[in-house]
């Protein structure tokens, strides 16, 4: 089938649904429904408010330069058909997907919007993308070629060159792009880009060399826009930011750098107490007996666990204590292992803990970066592993 009947056929689906009131009335009764009872697990509340504001605020730091927005893995796991909306309406025209199909979720929400595929152009996918309005990230001299063929042939398509400059991820040589200086109208080049390998230690000596690079690069290149800044290069100065930044984590209130205190909040975590119950001093709470309790204590049994991206290796042991949840205005520690559906936190100094209330897991009072260093990780992993249980709730949106 055509790529672009696909892309045609999705979007009068969606148009079809919204034309029929009471084919969405009944299933969004059912769905309703369906919450009140699945939904008995863990609930995650996105603050669409606190996305618009955060992208404002990087939009207001990056000065004269444009700001787009990276919302690959469903907008960093808050959903990309609720992210995207939320974003326009702020300002922004630009985005930047990893995978096509992220892309045309994306144009069926916005059709103007100009839209990156970071991960460049797969084998025969030149003029599919082209049809669907996306523009890849040529990082390969394959790609170039690929590209140029179907450039050659006709096609109108528009893309992106990336300039590897000391990441060796992605991305042509320096080189290769002074080969490619010329052929900027040939090859429908819309931005010339790089990205930043070290950008959250401002220290690091990569960071001027790449720099350097991109500057060199960006020359070869007059006629485009440069792009080199994310969330943490958009912070190291000025002369990182060239014409237009990629902000990623920022927007969604995760850290960038140690250096670089965090935005606001956007998406908060939590999960009910199932049963509270009591352990006397010495016993063993959880899977492997790893944490014994040292005094007489109550502990509340959460509905949440690894299967909803809650990672295994934040929970706590004898020798390593674990991460924290956050209820009646006060922390309460896990104890012991992270279950694939369950885990435990000591409530005893919270009385007023009671079965069904709803504890943080992150959000305000524990941020996102906490839990994820108490797990050996970074919040960009937590937030992309929110599994598909919890009852979504948008707010901050009209």
Same mark, same amino acid.
């Given at each position: 089938?055509?790529?672009?009947?696909?892309?045609?056929?999705?979007?009068?689906?969606?148009?079809?649904?919204?034309?029929?009131?009471?084919?969405?009335?009944?299933?969004?009764?059912?769905?309703?429904?369906?919450?009140?009872?699945?939904?008995?697990?863990?609930?995650?509340?996105?603050?669409?408010?606190?996305?618009?504001?955060?992208?404002?605020?990087?939009?207001?730091?990056?000065?004269?330069?444009?700001?787009?927005?990276?919302?690959?893995?469903?907008?960093?796991?808050?959903?990309?058909?609720?992210?995207?909306?939320?974003?326009?309406?702020?300002?922004?025209?630009?985005?930047?997907?990893?995978?096509?199909? +992220?892309?045309?979720?994306?144009?069926?929400?916005?059709?103007?919007?100009? #839209?990156?595929?970071?991960?460049?152009?797969?084998?025969?996918?030149?003029?599919?993308?082209?049809?669907?309005?996306?523009?890849?990230? !040529?990082?390969?001299?394959?790609?170039?070629?690929?590209?140029?063929?179907?450039?050659?042939?006709?096609?109108?398509?528009?893309?992106?060159?990336?300039?590897?400059?000391?990441?060796?991820?992605?991305?042509?040589?320096?080189?290769?792009?002074?080969? !490619?200086?010329?052929?900027?109208?040939?090859?429908?080049?819309?931005?010339?880009?790089?990205?930043?390998?070290?950008?959250?230690?401002? +220290?690091?000596?990569?960071?001027?060399?790449?720099?350097?690079?991109?500057?060199?690069?960006?020359?070869?290149?007059?006629?485009?826009?440069?792009?080199?800044?994310?969330?943490?290069? !958009?912070?190291?100065?000025?002369?990182?930011?060239?014409?237009?930044?990629?902000?990623?984590?920022?927007?969604?209130?995760?850290?960038?750098?140690?250096?670089?205190?965090? !935005?606001?909040?956007?998406?908060?975590?939590?999960?009910?107490?199932?049963?509270?119950?009591?352990?006397?001093?010495?016993?063993?709470?959880?899977?492997?007996?790893?944490?014994?309790?040292?005094?007489?204590?109550?502990?509340?049994?959460?509905?949440?666990?690894?299967?909803?991206?809650?990672?295994?290796?934040?929970?706590?042991?004898?020798?390593?204590?674990?991460?924290?949840?956050?209820?009646?205005?006060?922390?309460?520690?896990? #104890?012991?292992?992270?279950?694939?559906?369950?885990?435990?936190?000591?409530?005893?100094?919270?009385?007023?803990?009671?079965?069904?209330?709803?504890? +943080?897991?992150?959000?305000?009072?524990?941020?996102?970066?906490?839990?994820?260093?108490?797990?050996?990780?970074?919040?960009? +992993?937590?937030?992309?592993?929110?599994?598909?249980?919890?009852?979504?709730?948008?707010?901050?949106?009209?």
């Amino acid at each position: 089938m055509d790529w672009s009947a696909k892309i045609t056929g999705s979007i009068c689906l969606r148009n079809n649904l919204a034309a029929n009131p009471r084919k969405v009335a009944a299933m969004e009764s059912i769905d309703d429904a369906a919450a009140e009872i699945w939904g008995s697990g863990g609930r995650l509340t996105v603050d669409l408010g606190a996305l618009a504001r955060n992208w404002r605020t990087l939009a207001d730091r990056a000065a004269d330069a444009e700001t787009a927005a990276a919302v690959k893995g469903d907008a960093y796991g808050i959903g990309l058909e609720q992210a995207v909306p939320a974003l326009a309406k702020a300002g922004c025209r630009c985005f930047f997907v990893a995978l096509p199909q +992220e892309g045309i979720r994306l144009k069926a929400l916005l059709p103007s919007a100009t #839209v990156y595929v970071l991960n460049g152009l797969l084998p025969g996918e030149a003029a599919r993308l082209a049809a669907a309005g996306l523009r890849p990230v !040529l990082g390969s001299m394959a790609e170039i070629d690929e590209w140029a063929a179907y450039r050659a042939a006709g096609g109108d398509g528009r893309a992106a060159l990336h300039v590897d400059t000391g990441m060796n991820r992605l991305g042509v040589t320096l080189d290769e792009a002074a080969a !490619l200086a010329d052929r900027t109208e040939a090859l429908g080049l819309s931005l010339v880009m790089s990205h930043l390998a070290c950008a959250d230690q401002p +220290e690091h000596p990569l960071n001027a060399a790449q720099l350097g690079a991109f500057a060199t690069a960006a020359r070869l290149f007059p006629s485009l826009p440069a792009s080199l800044a994310n969330s943490a290069g !958009l912070h190291l100065s000025p002369d990182y930011s060239f014409d237009l930044v990629r902000p990623g984590i920022a927007l969604y209130g995760g850290r960038f750098g140690t250096d670089f205190p965090a !935005l606001e909040p956007v998406v908060c975590v939590e999960a009910r107490i199932v049963q509270i119950r009591s352990v006397a001093a010495g016993e063993t709470v959880g899977y492997g007996a790893t944490q014994h309790v040292k005094r007489p204590s109550r502990i509340a049994i959460l509905s949440a666990g690894y299967a909803d991206g809650y990672h295994r290796m934040a929970g706590s042991s004898d020798g390593a204590p674990g991460a924290s949840a956050f209820l009646h205005g006060r922390h309460a520690p896990l #104890v012991g292992r992270i279950s694939m559906d369950l885990m435990a936190i000591d409530v005893t100094d919270i009385p007023e803990a009671r079965r069904g209330d709803h504890a +943080e897991l992150f959000g305000p009072n524990i941020p996102v970066d906490q839990v994820a260093a108490s797990a050996g990780t970074i919040g960009y +992993e937590l937030l992309t592993s929110l599994g598909k249980r919890y009852r979504r709730h948008y707010v901050g949106g009209a």
